[in-house]
């Protein structure tokens, strides 16, 4: 696991991150928001991912902290069944 991965499944597990899944994704040039799985600001020229919520709210994240809060959010669900 890399420290990237790491830090998005501690997010997850502690809260600090959503659980549920998205309703709608978009990807993206980046805007220089901060990234909600690793806090660093996704530049222009990186790939900006909004993952967007029934309730309205949207998480931004660069690919791979999106790639890695999705598995991160699917193992938990497997591990629930």
Do not use: I, N
Request: proline content about 1%; some cysteine; charged content about 35%.
């Amino acid at each position: 696991m890399t420290g990237l991965e790491a830090t998005v499944r501690d997010k997850v597990r502690s809260g600090m991150l959503r659980q549920d899944r998205h309703q709608k994704v978009r990807f993206g040039h980046g805007s220089g928001r901060s990234c909600d799985g690793c806090d660093r600001p996704v530049r222009r020229a990186e790939t900006e991912v909004e993952a967007d919520f029934a309730d309205s709210q949207t998480l931004r994240f660069h690919g791979a902290c999106f790639d890695a809060w999705r598995a991160e959010t699917r193992a938990l669900v497997d591990a629930l069944r």
